[in-house]
């Protein structure tokens, strides 16, 4: 079993930036993809960004451009650098872990990323 922690949402102005963190319980190995989702209040959850063990990086067309996902160690597996934030990025962000030989997703408890003036 592996627990994940999102960590760096928070309050932020039109145009600012947050990085979030994604850390994971035990070392993981054998990801076959990382990802960040989003949810906000009274929506489904959307794919934000994804990227795959040989380092294929995957956007919505709405934050292209504008966030950055990358990969770090196995104890801290991914990032999400987000600029520009508009306040339609306002929403709970999820960190995602789908494993390589099993398809097992891990999902995060969230963090909340609010953009507004």
């Known amino acids: 079993q592996v627990q994940l922690v999102e960590s760096g949402g928070g309050l932020v102005q039109p145009g600012g930036s947050l990085r979030l963190s994604c850390a994971a319980s035990?070392?993981?190995?054998?990801?076959?993809?990382l990802g960040w989702y989003r949810q906000a209040p009274g929506e489904q959850r959307e794919l934000v960004a994804t990227i795959t063990n040989r380092g294929s990086t995957n956007y919505a067309d709405s934050v292209k451009g504008r966030f950055t996902i990358s990969r770090d160690s196995a104890k801290n597996p991914v990032y999400l650098q987000m600029n520009s934030l508009k306040p339609e990025d306002t929403a709970m962000y999820y960190c995602?872990?789908?494993?390589?030989?099993?398809?097992?997703?891990?999902w995060g408890q969230g963090t909340q990323v609010t953009v507004s003036s």
């Open positions: 995602n872990a789908k494993m390589l030989f099993t398809g097992t997703d891990y």
């Open positions: 035990r070392n993981i190995v054998n990801i076959a993809t």
